[in-house]
């Protein structure tokens, strides 16, 4: 145990909120100021500061190393997410090769949203019970193992065992989509953890961008099976050969936390004993928290919408583009690295303004209208404006996601950040696999017009969800109490003045 902890379970077994000087009682109780939090007013009339218990201000610190873990789970998130793409991309090619349909096609994307939703629940169990450093190392081994299983399937009568090694490489998934969130908060300070969280989620996307950009420069569509046969493998084998040497990284390299917290959020969260914490109760408390729920339903619209443009871009361009497979690819990078311009300057506005909810709809109104300019301008015959609409398309579909992250961190603070990141994923997944498979049945039936309103219908939904979503920044209020910034309406006193900072059992502030 370190100092941190041994302070904190000191002060706990001392105090039972009866020691309250009379004087931080009668201050507390006068508490009924607002603080205004981005669209977020912050009152008090029943307790942000409950006065069961005073935590004392506790020692934070930001560790130069916390970059490296930022780096090492962007490098292992990025071979998983190019895993993703490497079989649609170049749809066409292993159709003929494996001689399979459009949907059999398909489920080698859809298997990564299909595995996530039953193990959803036990492999954030196991980031709250065995903590970050062995999720990412469970994670990464998947990860390899299925990129090692499909380094055999290169001929035409391994359909099945392809199948097979992607789905191993989707459970490592499982591990990846919920981190960035934690690891942001785990490690990172107030006024980077957002940017922190915009960084993990680059590195997905720069693994769906390596996805779009080198299947179809390692496998040329030639006629020859046997030439085809040896690109395809040249391609396993890289992947094969990159995620093992992440693995090796992670297993080496990574840690859990840092000995000191970096904020007094995070201080605060590692005062919460195994007593006071049910993993069963905090899904049950997410499931009754409203603001969350909605956030919930318009994330998972808003990726799912993402996730199927992503599978079946190469359809839709090879439609209106017959032979165009390699600028697919280049189209999908451009989506992406947009999208990854887009996630940063999001992140870094989040750290400097903190206004969350108008930050999240203002990039949902321009995911729709992207999706839309891109829907009614992809059949002009013009390549250069195909490009042109996916780059605003990406920049601000694929920006939603950390956005989506931290407004979930703020709304169920001091919930585990992987539970809520894992629901909101969860979510995604889901509305992945309906857009996907629907969308592909309208682009065979009525052409990809139809397929994209169809897109736009449900983006227009969840714009509509978060306007209803109540901003309250639960841990901003947490971060500010402990820095003494919210003080009695008409009183110079801080909460630095009573030597500690307000904070009850933090489930009791959760309504």
């Given at each position: ?5 041994e302070l904190c379970h000191d002060w706990m077994d001392s105090h039972d909120g ?463 109490q402990a820095d003494g910034q919210i003080s009695p309406a008409g009183s110079e ?19």
């Amino acid at each position: 145990m370190s100092s941190q902890e041994e302070l904190c379970h000191d002060w706990m077994d001392s105090h039972d909120g009866s020691s309250l000087t009379r004087k931080a009682r009668t201050n507390l109780g006068r508490f009924n100021g607002q603080l205004s939090l981005g669209n977020a007013s912050l009152t008090s009339n029943s307790s942000i500061l409950d006065t069961s218990q005073i935590f004392p201000l506790m020692e934070t610190k930001l560790y130069k190393r916390r970059w490296v873990m930022l780096f090492l789970f962007c490098i292992y998130s990025t071979s998983n997410a190019m895993m993703w793409l490497q079989y649609s991309i170049i749809g066409n090619i292993f159709k003929h090769f494996y001689d399979i349909d459009s949907l059999s096609l398909d489920w080698l994307s859809m298997i990564y949203f299909f595995t996530y939703i039953p193990l959803i629940v036990p492999v954030t169990w196991m980031l709250e019970n065995r903590g970050l450093r062995e999720v990412i190392m469970v994670g990464s081994a998947f990860n390899c193992i299925g990129a090692w299983i499909k380094t055999s399937t290169a001929h035409p009568d391994a359909f099945a065992i392809t199948f097979f090694g992607q789905f191993v490489c989707s459970v490592g998934t499982v591990y990846i989509l919920g981190i960035p969130s934690r690891l942001a908060s785990l490690w990172f300070g107030q006024q980077e953890v957002s940017t922190a969280c915009s960084i993990g989620v680059l590195g997905n996307q720069m693994g769906i961008a390596i996805g779009f950009l080198i299947p179809p420069i390692l496998v040329p569509n030639v006629d020859d099976m046997d030439e085809l046969a040896r690109h395809i493998k040249v391609m396993f084998y890289i992947s094969a050969g990159v995620a093992t040497v992440i693995f090796i990284l992670v297993v080496i390299v990574f840690q859990e936390k840092p000995e000191v917290p970096p904020t007094q959020a995070q201080a605060q969260a590692r005062c919460i004993t195994p007593e006071q914490y049910s993993y069963m109760g905090s899904i049950w408390r997410l499931l009754r928290n409203k603001p969350f729920m909605l956030l919930v339903l318009s994330y998972g619209l808003n990726v799912g919408c993402f996730y199927a443009v992503s599978t079946l871009l190469n359809r839709m361009i090879i439609e209106h583009y017959p032979g165009e497979e390699v600028n697919a690819g280049r189209i999908g990078l451009t989506i992406v690295i947009a999208g990854m311009v887009g996630s940063l300057i999001c992140g870094i506005w989040l750290d400097k303004t903190k206004t969350y909810k108008q930050t999240t709809l203002a990039v949902y109104v321009l995911s729709l209208i992207g999706m839309l300019v891109y829907a009614f301008t992809l059949n002009l015959g013009y390549m250069w404006v195909v490009f042109v609409t996916a780059g605003v398309l990406g920049f601000f579909m694929t920006g939603y996601l950390p956005l989506g992250f931290e407004f979930a961190v703020e709304l169920t603070y001091p919930e585990s950040e992987g539970t809520s990141s894992g629901l909101l994923n969860c979510s995604a997944q889901i509305f992945g696999i309906i857009f996907t498979i629907s969308q592909g049945k309208i682009i065979d039936r009525w052409g990809t017009l139809a397929g994209n309103i169809f897109l736009c219908i449900f983006l227009l939904i969840g714009t509509v969800m978060t306007g209803f979503i109540k901003s309250d920044l639960r841990r901003q209020k947490a971060n500010l109490q402990a820095d003494g910034q919210i003080s009695p309406a008409g009183s110079e006193t801080s909460v630095q003045e009573f030597e500690g900072t307000s904070c009850s059992s933090p489930w009791q502030r959760q309504s």
